[in-house]
């Protein structure tokens, strides 16, 4: 069984720039996560997807940052300007539903560096 | 808000040596508390869920368990191949709350 997908795996750009981050889910999983890792602490949930429907997006800065999944697969994560302190891993996880009670299964992450 | 404290933030043990990792959580309404493993350059990689007080799981040489205020996850005879950063994560309502982690670094 495939697993997520994430695309570019590194990113280095200059602050005040724009970057996109793409992610395909597992097969058949309805819910996708995208997670920001900053180094040395744990993954902080951005957005949470249902189908193509937002069921949380708490603790995204939504004046920089959006997300979209058209047709309930791929979903992108778009940073517009990036700051110094967006420097850090996202990471994309699915899982079969939403509530959570189900594992989730991450991607092996987009490091990015804002100079 | 739903808070997770890992400890210790380091652990360096000999090949064969066991010892125990912690993770306290204040969460209203606790359904779920996850244990993720992670290495380095990879995302988090699913080892456990526990449901309730006093449920264990086993899975090779790693044993969780689970209070109502924390869970240990104990770590037996380690192998190099062990050395990992380990995660610990609650689920309140439906998203899941990360703690920092354990790094554990297992010397042949």
């Known amino acids: 069984e495939a697993g997520v997908a994430q695309s570019p795996r590194y990113k280095i750009i200059e602050k005040r720039q724009s970057v996109a981050f793409w992610c395909n889910p597992i097969s058949g999983h309805a819910t996708l996560y995208w997670y920001q890792q900053i180094l040395g602490q744990g993954p902080k949930l951005l957005i949470q997807f249902q189908n193509n429907g937002v069921v949380d997006d708490s603790q995204l800065p939504k004046d920089r940052f959006s997300a979209e999944r058209l047709k309930g697969v791929d979903s992108t994560l778009k940073i517009q300007p990036a700051k110094l302190e967006d420097s850090a891993v996202y990471l994309c996880?699915?899982?079969?539903?939403?509530?959570?009670?189900?594992?989730?299964?991450f991607g092996p992450g987009t490091r990015l560096t804002v100079l | 808000e739903d808070q997770v404290t890992q400890s210790p933030e380091a652990l360096r043990l000999q090949e064969g040596e066991s010892s125990s990792l912690n993770c306290s959580y204040t969460v209203s309404g606790l359904r779920g508390l996850f244990w993720y493993r992670q290495d380095p350059g990879k995302g988090p990689e699913f080892l456990f869920t526990l449901y309730s007080a006093g449920e264990e799981k086993e899975k090779e040489r790693l044993k969780a368990t689970l209070t109502k205020k924390e869970s240990f996850l104990h770590i037996t005879a380690p192998k190099p191949e062990d050395s990992a950063t380990y995660l610990c994560?609650?689920?309140?309502?439906?998203?899941?709350?990360f703690g920092a982690g354990t790094t554990v670094t297992v010397r042949a």
């Open positions: 994560a609650v689920l309140g309502d439906y998203k899941l709350s």
């Open positions: 996880a699915s899982s079969l539903e939403y509530q959570g009670l189900n594992e989730q299964f």
